[in-house]
């Protein structure tokens, strides 16, 4: 058996490896097993190739993401299983390794605090993304300078884009990375983002310095119950297809009354979001009035 064959030194080529065990199998009957990695195989045109005179069967191993975290979390459990696993499988992460840091993460920031799905809505999807990027679990995914500029003035620019020319192909990969996080709820960053990424990339956690957020997410309820619930539209925009636009415009209907709870980046997603529907623009709109007019009736500091 030999395994972990993607590992081998750089000197020694796959050729060398297939010849050896051609020679060994006809000259003394040998049998070999290889266990491998091929998508990190150097020069993998040579194994495909060669492979078809050597190998005689072969099984590929395709482990979906619920399988991958079912596995995971059998090994690290959490009191956040069940968010986590969304967020986890929206990233669509395969690797058990990986997965099983994710959730150490998570737990090593919430603790055992015991929060309201709303919450957990809030911070859990941020927690899995940001860790899944630091242990590069995400095939082709961003880093963390777009991730925590999502929602932000510095992000707009990819919406103004000249619609009647062919995207670019980092064009194309920004785009899919806001799939994912619309997909994830995550539509906007701000001091928990900052704090998940400062954990990831020091290995240091500061308990006192996250308390406050989430202390400050409790006691505004209301907006967390808000975002999740503008989250929850745009997600159905981008990946319900079951919904007509009708069924859109009636589920958006509701979300002018809470505009004023919704940050400005959210806000302007809805907006934008809305502007695609017919009579949806019209919605839209008052969702962008409804903050601004909440905005000025509050108190601001000079």
């Not at 395994?3 to 060994?24: P, V």
């Not at 809505?121 to 880093?143: C, N, Q, T, W």
């Not at 899919?176 to 960053?189: A, D, F, P, Q, T």
């Amino acid at each position: 058996v030999i395994d972990d064959i993607e590992r081998k030194h750089e000197k020694l080529g796959i050729d060398e490896i297939l010849g050896f065990i051609d020679e060994y199998t006809q000259r003394h009957k040998a049998r070999f097993v290889l266990v491998l990695n091929s998508d990190q195989l150097a020069k993998r045109e040579v194994w495909d190739t060669l492979r078809e005179k050597v190998i005689d069967q072969e099984l590929k191993l395709l482990t979906t993401p619920e399988e991958a975290f079912s596995i995971a979390v059998g090994l690290f459990p959490s009191r956040h299983a069940e968010a986590i696993k969304r967020a986890s499988v929206a990233c669509r992460l395969t690797n058990i390794r990986i997965i099983g840091k994710v959730i150490k993460a998570a737990n090593r920031i919430l603790g055992d605090r015991a929060l309201e799905d709303a919450l957990l809505a809030r911070v859990v999807p941020s927690i899995v993304l940001f860790a899944a990027i630091h242990y590069k679990g995400l095939e082709d995914g961003p880093d963390f300078q777009f991730a925590l500029s999502i929602g932000s003035p510095s992000g707009w620019g990819d919406f103004v884009k000249d619609k009647n020319k062919e995207p670019t192909e980092e064009e194309k990969r920004r785009a899919k990375w806001r799939l994912l996080m619309n997909e994830l709820g995550i539509h906007g960053c701000d001091e928990f983002e900052a704090l998940v990424v400062e954990f990831l990339e020091s290995g240091l956690f500061d308990a006192s310095k996250l308390a406050p957020i989430i202390d400050r997410y409790v006691a505004e309820k209301q907006n967390v119950e808000a975002r999740e619930k503008a989250s929850q539209f745009l997600f159905k925009v981008f990946w319900d297809h079951r919904l007509d636009e009708a069924q859109l415009l009636e589920l958006a209907s509701e979300l002018p009354a809470i505009a004023g709870l919704l940050d400005p980046y959210v806000a302007s997603e809805l907006d934008i979001a809305l502007a695609d529907i017919p009579g949806g623009a019209a919605i839209g709109q008052a969702i962008v009035d409804g903050w601004i007019a909440a905005f000025k009736g509050q108190k601001h500091e000079q």
